[in-house]
């Protein structure tokens, strides 16, 4: 009879495949998508609200700000659709004003996850009675075909610089595909994080309190639980780069001494040598030359960009 254990391995064979391809790499990587387990989204939650995480909180003052003016730019009688929606705190601040501008309105939020798709649902219902939310379990990346459907003007977000976390030439596959769902007059709410001083930058990615560290490390903390593995976590430290280049913080998890790490639910010996580094996750940090170009080449047109008074954050509404 097969162990709970061995039919998890069977259950996330995907993902272990994965997990061998990175660890077996040159350089070593690790998907991005193990962060967000269930320890992960909660340490993911605490980052946006460390003092030197400064995305969160300024992609939200720029809709409390500007959120008249974004709506009023993307047209009358709109339905809300939010990529990778979460459980969708900072559109809140955005229905609350379409729903001074309208009676009604139709909020389509998409997100791989049930439960955080369950969450939004329940406080949205409850927060806004005159708001209809029907929500959509999907990876997004893939396109969303059900977009088609939906009739009216529809204006959709994707906010929270999640584009960032991929090359520029799949975030424009990503926008690519979104766009064949929508027709003429249809908008895109792009947030993204802007380029900036690495004396900013730096502590975003590795805070005084360890919380990134911490978020990071959780990655070997799930292999170790979910694949058996073996990572000693005192023996890897949390490194946050500045690639200017590149434009992007590159994360990693870097090896303080020569060791061995096995993984038995992979049968995989994974040799570290003293500083050698596992990528683990990239952030894109937008130029507004990028912004233009991953817009236009998806088919869009930039029409306006919103952005706090230091500049740190953009917030850009491109038209099909
Ligand atoms: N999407 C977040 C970002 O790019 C993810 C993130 C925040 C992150 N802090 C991190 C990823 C530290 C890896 C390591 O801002």
Redesign the pocket.
């Given at each position: 009879m097969a162990t709970s254990k061995q039919l998890q391995y069977v259950v996330d064979s995907a993902m272990a495949r994965e997990v061998r391809e990175g660890l077996s790499a040159m350089p070593k990587r690790l998907p991005?998508k193990l962060?967000y387990d269930e320890a992960g989204s909660a340490l993911?939650e605490q980052?946006t609200e460390l003092p030197e995480y400064y995305?969160t909180r300024t992609e939200r003052a720029i809709f409390e700000d500007y959120a008249a003016r974004i709506l009023e730019a993307a047209g009358p009688s709109l339905t809300l659709v939010e990529l990778g929606a979460g459980t969708a705190s900072k559109t809140r601040i955005l229905i609350e004003e379409l729903l001074q501008r309208q009676t009604r309105a139709l909020f389509y939020p998409i997100d791989v996850s049930p439960s955080a798709l369950n969450e939004a649902v329940r406080q949205m219902a409850t927060q806004f009675p005159q708001l209809r939310v029907s929500p959509i379990v999907a990876d997004y990346t893939g396109g969303v075909p059900a977009l088609s459907r939906i009739s009216g003007r529809k204006l959709v977000l994707y906010i929270g610089?999640?584009i960032?976390?991929f090359e520029p030439s799949q975030a424009v596959g990503i926008l690519r595909r979104i766009r064949r769902s929508l027709r003429a007059g249809d908008a895109l709410l792009l947030g993204t994080?802007l380029a900036k001083s690495s004396k900013i930058l730096v502590p975003a990615?590795d805070d005084a309190q360890g919380v990134?560290a911490q978020?990071?490390k959780n990655m070997l903390v799930r292999l170790n639980r979910e694949l058996d593995a073996d990572f000693d976590l005192g023996a890897f430290r949390h490194v946050?780069v500045w690639n200017k280049r590149c434009s992007r913080m590159e994360?990693y998890l870097e090896s303080t001494v020569k060791q061995s790490v096995f993984l038995p639910a992979l049968d995989l010996d994974v040799p570290f040598e003293e500083g050698e580094r596992l990528h683990?996750?990239n952030?894109y940090k937008y130029t507004e030359e990028m912004v233009n170009t991953i817009v236009h080449e998806s088919g869009f047109t930039l029409e306006k960009t919103w952005s706090d008074s230091k500049g740190w954050f953009g917030v850009h509404l491109a038209r099909v």
């Open positions: 991005a962060f993911f980052i995305l610089s999640s960032g976390n994080d990615y990134t978020f990071n946050a994360m683990t996750e952030s």
